[in-house]
């Protein structure tokens, strides 16, 4: 799992995405936002909190040749 970690710079970019997304959530209104935009925001925040991004390990293996 350590070779999935995510570096610095990557981890700070999903910090300021999904802070942005949940202004925009904010600002928009919580109750009028639909549901699935709530998805990749909180997923960019957890990316960046654990450094452990589902979505680039899925793809890695999704494209990786064998």
Do not use: D, N, Q
Not at 23 to 50: D, E, K, Q
């Amino acid at each position: 799992m350590e070779k999935y970690k995510l570096g610095a710079a990557m981890r700070l970019f999903f910090l300021f995405a999904g802070s942005v997304m949940w202004l925009g959530i904010w600002l928009t209104g919580i109750s009028t936002v639909h549901w699935i935009l709530f998805m990749p925001a909180s997923f960019f925040l957890v990316a960046a909190a654990t450094g452990i991004c589902p979505g680039i390990i899925f793809m890695g293996r999704l494209t990786s040749k064998k």
